[in-house]
């Protein structure tokens, strides 16, 4: 929630309306704001992972996989 309220995308959409558009959006990794993380600050990513209960390092390994 912390990236999509912070971060909107390029396009300049609602993210959640975008995504949700045909079917509600539950339970679903979404690959955009997966690589907003990984050029968000250091700080930033921190808010994030805090509220994910994962570290930074946790969540960037991760998205390695």
């Known amino acids: 929630m912390h990236v999509r309220a912070n971060f909107p995308p390029l396009c300049g959409r609602d993210?959640?309306?975008f995504r949700?558009?045909?079917h509600p959006?539950?339970?679903v990794i979404d690959g955009d704001l997966c690589e907003q993380f990984g050029l968000m600050?250091?700080?930033a990513q921190r808010e994030v992972?805090?509220?994910l209960d994962?570290?930074?390092s946790e969540l960037a390994v991760s998205?390695?996989?």
């Open 63 to 65: 998205q390695d996989h």
């Open 25 to 27: 959006c539950k339970n």
């Open 41 to 43: 600050d250091a700080a």
């Open 54 to 56: 994962r570290t930074t």
């Open 15 to 17: 993210h959640l309306a």
């Open 20 to 22: 949700s558009y045909y």
């Open 49 to 51: 992972t805090e509220g």
